[in-house]
């Protein structure tokens, strides 16, 4: 091969953004191994479990930001014990200690001690950006740590995550020097917050440009904020509660003309939705809405609202919305790519959405490509138009809230109608199935789903066959999640090898046994496969018996790191 | 790696238990070893997520709902106690309903393969054949169908089912839609005065928070009508938390109507009712007439009476006086 020096190498490398073509390029040779790995600043680790910290500052010593992910994604749901795993301590402490120079660290499902938070702003000088989602463990005071010490900070991204408020000083210890800000979020707070020292905060943060506030952010100091931060880009309304007669009021609609740079809104947590018009100037610019936590905003005043949102590209909603609101939706926003319609009423198991929204929604809006729809009902015909409308589905989540509901007129399973959309989108990398279904449905999956990456199945299918057409068909398959359904050691068992090309596999409440499991760890020792026995279901007895015994929670994930040493007690790695 | 202790939140008799049980580490765990270690001492350790077990007594059904929070009581449970507070208020009946996994005996959803007791786990009655039939649904369906007013009924819900964040479900449940609501009844359409300072306003929102409870609560002090409408609504709302500590006295104190009665109630539980007024002091609820007690009340605070130490003398001549 011809020559080129390490540095012309290193040049076009930088031109090789995504993970997985970095990925390729290092497996060319040994010497543009070496280069890519020192090269590399920013590294993805899907499962914090699959290597240890010390391995990737080792091999990646050019390291500036990295994202982990911990644990399987059915713990959003509830379904894995709180004590599970996923701490980022670990990581924090191996980085400190080899020095790694950490600007960004990016964090998914993972428990975050406030220690850790204290650790992380004490040892990297360089610190720029902490963005965690969906994470636990932490108060505000580990966020008062990364406010007070990480000197250069310019994002603070905290999106849904758990978090003890021990009320609003956190904010008052950014120090005055302090004026990098460029986005702050935490909107997920639910204690009060120090407001002076929040508007003096953004007064002097020149570069802000995401802002999202909680709950607690009133009126009159939204109006002063936008007042300070007109530049902003991404704003999330926290309380907007007030008399529309009110001085306040009117300052806000002056306040709000001047940001006309808004393209992206959120929040609403409590809202007087009849005042909501003095946001519809900025309407027009916007290019993202999430109103998914604003249940107060609905009827007349949520379609007046959408009816000025002409360039939207992606919305977030609750289902009062209605199939009406989503046609709406359809007839104005055109440049729509994701749709998520959250169920406003989880608990009461009525949504207000059905199969026809969807077309609506389908038909106004050729260019969606992410879905998430939380409806009450679904049909195959609905589906199958859904898919020759748009068969640009990157992403297709469906959840009718009766897991298990048939086609609402023709009872059948919905096989037919998931087919259809699997066959038509061929670009399809993630799927999420609900409704009645058989082993049908994932004949059609492993045929036709060549570039699926993720599926999700709940309560579905007949046999192992179901699960075995997918394990044979999905090439590209990297996580595969299965609860409530009736795949067993066959399916388990009849393509080990598979799993090391996936990044996990999660079982729960299905049929594979404790034999099975075990047969499946002997043979594949680069898997962790672990059993999650909450309740005492187990016995681990050994012996004959494990082929009775069902287990309830399995989850498996590839490993260079072997069995990790801080499972807790109910955890069993086989 | 320590024991998970946080699952025994119900209190102290699992509590007691984990003294017996040899706590295993996972460096100790090995396939070889489990077969000894483990078999012997799961059984002792009776941690339990989820509801005591349906075996247990104290479980009748026609509270099947009433499933408490935080403090150690007989009927208190919880799922996860860091996710745990996935609570739905229905109606104003103040009965609170466990969902994600709440399932007691009515659980519909519970496979027979399963201990009873760990009612936490989704569940399907499921042998390898069809999926759960639609009955379960239907009979869910039903229980809402009466109404979702109608506290008692049980809400059988599948844990991790519709799947939605738990942050999501839970800001959701503590913030419902103003249609479903009745707690928040015209309050979002409304400024709210909750110690903000525009308040020209129609409701009148305080937070009530009570010593040891786990979160605060918000009422609208203009829909009662005096301090006795209060006193009955706070006690809806927090008696899961005073459940174990009134006894007999909180029941038989409901003998008359009086306005320091929310003061005997509470005092019968070993609480008091006190309030920040606007000057930021702290003082006794019923000293004064219901119209000033608005207009000067920025929050309440149930408070133990052994806190309330300046208060509590008044409080016995107040309830010597006036019964």
């Known amino acids: ?574 | 790696m320590s024991v998970p202790l946080e699952h025994d939140y119900i209190g102290d008799s699992s509590m007691e238990k984990t003294g017996d049980v040899s706590i295993i580490t996972p460096q100790q765990k090995s396939t070889t070893k489990f077969a000894s270690s483990l078999s012997m001492n799961l059984k002792a350790t009776e941690l339990r997520l989820g509801l005591p077990g349906s075996e247990s007594p104290e479980r009748d059904d026609g509270s099947s709902a009433e499933l408490c929070i935080g403090l150690p009581s007989s009927k208190s449970s919880v799922s996860r106690p860091k996710r745990g507070f996935s609570v739905a208020i229905h109606g104003g009946s103040g009965n609170w309903v466990f969902s994600p996994g709440a399932g007691g005996p009515d659980n519909n959803f519970s496979s027979p393969r399963n201990n009873p007791a760990a009612a936490n786990s989704e569940q399907a009655p499921k042998d390898g054949g069809l999926p759960p039939q639609s009955s379960p649904a239907t009979e869910k369906k039903k229980a809402q169908a009466a109404g979702s007013g109608a506290g008692p009924a049980s809400k059988a819900q599948v844990v991790g089912w519709p799947p939605i964040r738990s942050f999501r479900k839970n800001t959701m449940a503590s913030h419902p839609t103003p249609k479903n609501s009745d707690v928040v009844e015209g309050g979002d359409h409304n400024p709210n005065s909750g110690g903000s300072a525009s308040s020209t306003s129609a409701c009148l929102y305080v937070k009530v928070s009570m010593d040891g409870a786990p979160y605060l609560r918000k009422v609208d002090l203009k829909t009662y009508g005096g301090y006795k409408d209060l006193s009955l609504a706070l006690e809806n709302m927090f008696s899961c938390f005073t459940i174990g500590q009134c006894g007999s006295h909180g029941v038989a104190g409901r003998d008359g109507v009086s306005e320091s009665r929310l003061v005997d109630i509470l005092h019968g539980s070993e609480y008091v009712l006190t309030y920040e007024d606007k000057d930021g002091d702290w003082m006794l609820v019923g000293d004064v007439p219901w119209k000033m007690f608005i207009d000067s009340c920025r929050r309440l605070r149930i408070m133990k009476s052994s806190e309330a130490i300046g208060l509590a003398p008044r409080a016995f001549e107040k309830c010597k006086s006036s019964n």
């Open chain 1, 1 to 574: 091969m011809n020559y080129f020096p390490d540095e012309v190498l290193e040049h076009i490398f930088d031109f090789v953004g995504s993970h997985k073509d970095r990925n390729s390029v290092s497996q060319v040779c040994k010497l543009w191994y070496r280069i890519e790995s020192y090269s590399r600043q920013k590294v993805f680790v899907g499962n914090c479990y699959a290597i240890g910290p010390e391995r990737v500052a080792e091999r990646f010593s050019g390291l500036k930001s990295i994202t982990l992910k911990g644990k399987p994604h059915f713990a959003d749901f509830n379904l894995v014990p709180p004590d599970w795993g996923g701490f980022v301590y670990p990581w924090i402490e191996a980085f400190a200690r080899s020095r790694v120079g950490l600007e960004e660290l990016r964090l998914k499902r993972m428990v975050v001690s406030d220690e850790s938070l204290e650790l992380l702003s004490r040892s990297f000088p360089n610190f720029k950006s902490l963005v965690l989602v969906s994470c636990e463990g932490f108060t505000t005071d580990g966020l008062a740590a990364v406010a007070a010490y990480c000197r250069q900070l310019k994002e603070l991204d905290l999106q849904e995550n758990d978090v003890e408020d021990h009320r609003g000083h956190w904010l008052s210890c950014f120090p005055e020097s302090s004026t990098s800000l460029v986005s702050l979020n935490f909107a997920c707070l639910k204690g009060d917050i120090n407001l002076p020292a929040l508007e003096r905060l953004v007064a002097r943060s020149p570069n802000l440009k995401s802002l999202r506030l909680s709950r607690a952010v009133p009126l009159d100091v939204l109006q002063r904020i936008l007042i300070r931060a007109p530049q902003l880009l991404d704003l999330g309304v926290g309380s907007y509660l007030h008399d529309p007669d009110s001085e306040n009021y009117n300052k806000l609609v002056t306040a709000i003309q001047k940001c006309k740079s808004v393209r992206s809104l959120s929040g609403f947590l409590d809202v007087a939705p009849h005042c909501l018009s003095a946001f519809h100037i900025i309407c027009p610019n916007l290019t993202s809405l999430n109103l998914s936590y604003a249940p107060g905003i609905y009827d007349n005043e949520l379609i007046k609202l959408l009816r000025h949102c002409h360039k939207l590209q992606r919305l977030w909603i609750l289902d009062c919305i209605g199939d009406k609101g989503l046609e709406v939706v359809a007839s104005t926003c055109k440049d729509l790519e994701e749709l998520r319609v959250f169920p406003s009423d989880p608990y009461v198991g009525q949504a207000a959405v059905t199969e026809e929204g969807l077309v609506a929604i389908s038909r106004g809006c050729q260019k969606l490509n992410s879905i998430l729809y939380f409806c009450q009902q679904m049909t195959n015909a609905a589906l199958i138009t859904v898919a020759k409308n748009c068969p640009n589905f990157v992403r297709f989540r469906l959840c009718i809230l009766d897991p298990t509901k048939p086609d609402a007129v023709t009872q059948q399973p919905l096989d037919e109608g998931f087919g259809a959309i699997v066959q038509a989108c061929k670009d399809l990398k993630r799927l999420s199935l609900s409704g009645l279904l058989t082993d049908q449905v994932f004949l059609y999956i492993g045929m036709y789903a060549e570039q699926l990456e993720m599926l999700s199945i709940a309560f579905a299918g007949d046999s192992d066959k179901g699960m075995q057409y997918v394990l044979k068909g999905c090439k590209k398959l990297r996580k595969l999640e299965i609860r409530d359904s009736p795949f067993g050691n066959a399916a388990l068992l009849m393509d080990v090898a598979k799993y090391e090309t996936m990044r996990s596999l999660w079982m729960s409440s299905c049929e594979v046994t404790l034999g099975g499991c075990k047969a499946l760890a002997k043979r594949m020792p680069g898997l962790n496969v672990e059993i999650i026995n909450e309740n005492d279901q187990m016995e681990f007895v050994g012996g004959c018996d494990d082929d009775r015994q069902k287990v309830e929670k399995m989850y498996l994930y590839r490993t260079l790191a072997g069995q990790r040493r801080d499972a807790p007690e109910f955890v069993w790695t086989l």
